[in-house]
């Protein structure tokens, strides 16, 4: 680490006037859910129905033995009912449903959920359910290229699928990082494009044309239809790795291993490459009888095709004013391509920038504005926003509570006119951080029914308290059937409180249950137990690990939470130059209340800089310390283009205008992949000049290396809490 030290003469920093007086409390709240009451008799029936859009149920006049076995169900269909509607009779002559295209499969599913969800000898009272769907896709994305799932494991989804009566497994084939459809024509996409080398080992996996029509069949069997999404022109390096002519270059390149956006896509001037995509478009569509194929569309950075004399040539030749145009003529030709099969496409809502033909559907996964903007022009839209539909983020990104707020329609659409374009969503479960199913099931749910009553019931007829009643008896239901499932929310939460008046330095932290029967396993270094306010006053970083259970059953993985006792507690800090929205940290002094930031940096406590933007901050005390050492927690997540930062720089105030400089340069690399968190360590030999103030600031001019799949972009700085570490003179 390299440590320089030079006087400033005059000061660098703006002149703080905010002064905000902190110290800490620590707090836990623990929170608890009462399971005893999920022992529903059918006196409780409405309690425990899944929603349906009305029930009329009447337990006083008698009740019918609802047998787990369909068999035992009278079945008819009904012409005049919609597609997926159904009515379900309960009456002297027993069961009796009546149901419309697909509609057998939802009413079903609601007796399943009916046959487990009780737990004495399950019994529907005489009455009458009547049920559709609020939305006619209802759609589970399934990426099996970052992660490979097999067959087995495909079908394992396809089974909660259909019980929580989603109707769309939108299957993830193909991608950068792996290509999962084995073709006799093209056999290096099985021997190449399915493989990516991890230094000695190779990870991937592909799926037989029998692989294929057995999940097709599988799912067909449950009602659900299986969309393929063949991503085109970007997101495709693992079949430029087979097939490098099919590249703007020809050069070979490999099987990336790293997650992201990268610059080698298919050719747009190149005649082969629509041979090859019209021969895959051809299988596929033998295999999937899906109305839909997703041709992917996000993400194809125009570099290589700005560089391309084939790809200009294809230009000038159509007349295409940029590159965008471009990929608006290569997203047509394959959708006519396409159409000539009767097949209509679906794409991510970038297709919406180079022109669009009437029947293309667009899925919005940029916020709400490219659903809208596609129902305005007439296109259908399917909606599944990175705020409330990326299931790839932890809980503590995207809860139960804020799925079940999603509400499918923009703000600012006219439902009226534009209303009947938006056909539904999706649960997005991207596999760069999803690895096996043991992971996919906590991802999945209980989000996953949150979403899946948000897409089959209309908006104002929601009421998360009666969801929530109704949601506890499904945890044993996915236990008898072996899914594993996270908390609903993060049942513990660190907090701090201002506490003026107190010199002493500590932190309390107090664990408060607040969900009943959530049982809360504390491991804390002080044997802190549930219940009991907790006070750490030695120097330095302490850790508290809760696992919740219900029942025996693990909900989620081990919390992590780390907190820190140090001087720089005691201080007027503030932060003198703004930080990039929304990161800006959600305490009040975001950097010294004790709390450290997770590996997940929306968890509220980290501090974010995007260059141009640049942290500088100041520490003040109301009396004179001797300092010993600083040290700030910086996130890595090259993925996401947060980097720890090159330089820190410090000020030291040993008077007025007396100002000792030092800077501290990174010792860690910016190619280390994955997220991880540094601790900056600023310690110079004999500690620092006895001071009242101090100011840091760490420059953000840098971007992303050569070595990064978006070279050149701009870079984040994530920190928090700046530890400082010394004693009162
Ligand atoms: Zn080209």
Known sequence: MGVKKRDVQRRWWPVVIGVIVISVVGRLWLTNIDFNDCQLHWVDVHGVIPAVSSCSLNDSVGSNYL????????????STLASEQYRILSDDNGIHIAYGPNGDYRARATLRQLTHLTTEGAKLPYGVIEDCPAFRHRGVLMDVCRHFFTVAE???????????????????????????????AYSKLAEVAAYRSHGDSVYGGFYTREDLEEVVAYAAGYGIEVIPEIELPGHSQAALAAYPHLGCTGEPVAVPTEWGVFKDIYCA?????????????????????????????????????????????RMKEEGLPNEEALQGWFNTRIENYLAAKGKQIIGWDEILEGGLSPNATVQSWRGFEGAQCAAEQGHDAIVSPTSHAYFDYPVSSIDVPKVYDFNLYPPNLDRFTYGHHIIGGECNLWSE???????????????????????????????????????????????????????????VKLGTKNDSFKEELKVIVTTEPAFANLELAVEAPTGMTMGSATTFT??????????????????????????AVHEGLM????????????????????????????????????????????????????????????????????????????????????????????EWDRTSSTSEEG??????????????PATQNIDLMIPNTEVLPDNHPSAGERVWHFLDEVQIYGRPL
């Open 154 to 184: 495909v079908k394992r989804q396809l089974d909660i699928m259909a019980l929580y009566k989603f109707n769309v497994l939108h299957w993830h084939l193909t991608e950068d990082q792996g290509w999962r459809i084995a073709m006799d």
């Open 269 to 313: 001037g190149n005649e082969q490459t629509f041979e090859f995509l019209d021969d895959v478009l051809d299988y596929v569509c033998e295999i999937f009888p899906s109305k839909y194929i997703h041709i992917g569309g996000d993400e194809a950075p125009k570099y290589r095709w700005e560089h391309c004399p084939k790809c200009q040539q």
């Open 538 to 563: 030695e120097r330095g970083v302490h850790q508290i690990k809760v696992q919740p259970n219900r029942g025996g059953h693990a909900m989620g993985k081990v919390l992590n939470y780390e907190f």
């Open 67 to 78: 047998s787990p076995h369909q068999s035992d169900w009278e079945m008819e269909f009904d």
């Open 675 to 688: 997220i991880f968190i540094e601790t900056m360590v600023l310690a110079p030999e004999g500690g620092f």
């Open 571 to 662: 201080t007027h800090s503030c932060l003198t130059s703004p930080p990039t929205e929304p990161y800006t940290g959600t305490k009040d002094i975001p950097l010294v209340d004790g709390v450290l930031g997770s590996e997940n940096y929306r968890d509220g406590n980290w501090v974010g800089y995007f260059n141009p933007d640049y942290f500088s901050g100041h520490f003040g005390w109301d009396q004179p310390y001797a300092i010993d050492s600083i040290k700030i927690n910086f996130l890595q997540s090259r993925l996401s283009w947060i980097l720890i930062p090159e330089k820190v720089i410090t000020d030291v105030y040993e008077s007025e205008d007396q100002i000792s400089r030092y």
């Open 433 to 491: 951080r999803i690895p096996n199913t043991e992971t996919l099931d906590r991802r999945f749910l209980p989000r996953g029914i949150a979403m899946s009553e948000v897409l089959w019931s209309n908006p104002a007829e929601r009421d998360y308290d009666a969801f929530w009643e109704r949601l506890q008896g499904h945890y044993s239901l996915l236990d008898v059937l072996g899914y594993g499932y996270d908390v609903e929310q993060i049942p």
